[in-house]
């Protein structure tokens, strides 16, 4: 099993930048690909980015791209989400994951989750 914590959410305003990580537990890290999700209030959890084992494969959604950047390092068991340019509508609860298959969008294809953190963003 892998245990995932995430931090780093926080109060920022429009424009500015925030780095989110994804701690794992256990020595598999590297077996899984990973992925950030997002959750707003009253809304469904959405894809936001994702990386393959190795780091070597990213796949981000379209409302982030260019904007955020995910990215891994193995030997510390570690995944981040850099979030730059943030805007108000990019507020939520993020999530991290962890699944067997790289690229997947649907959170029905990770097996393993954070309990979030929370990213506030003002106009």
């Known amino acids: 099993q892998v245990q995932l914590v995430e931090s780093g959410g926080g109060l920022v305003q429009a424009g500015g930048s925030l780095r989110l990580s994804c701690a794992a537990s256990?020595?598999?890290?590297?077996?899984?690909?990973m992925g950030w999700f997002r959750q707003a209030p009253g809304k469904e959890r959405e894809f936001v980015a994702a990386i393959s084992w190795s780091g070597g494969s990213t796949y981000t959604a379209d409302s982030v791209r260019g904007r955020f950047t995910i990215s891994r390092d193995n030997a510390k068991n570690t995944a981040y989400l850099q979030m730059n340019s943030l805007k108000p509508e990019d507020t939520a609860v993020y999530y991290c994951?962890?699944?067997?298959?790289?690229?997947?969008?649907?959170?029905?294809?990770?097996?393993?989750w954070g309990r979030g953190t929370q990213v506030t963003v003002s106009s």
């Open positions: 256990g020595r598999t890290f590297s077996r899984y690909a």
């Open positions: 994951a962890a699944g067997p298959l790289p690229g997947r969008t649907s959170s029905y294809e990770y097996d393993y």
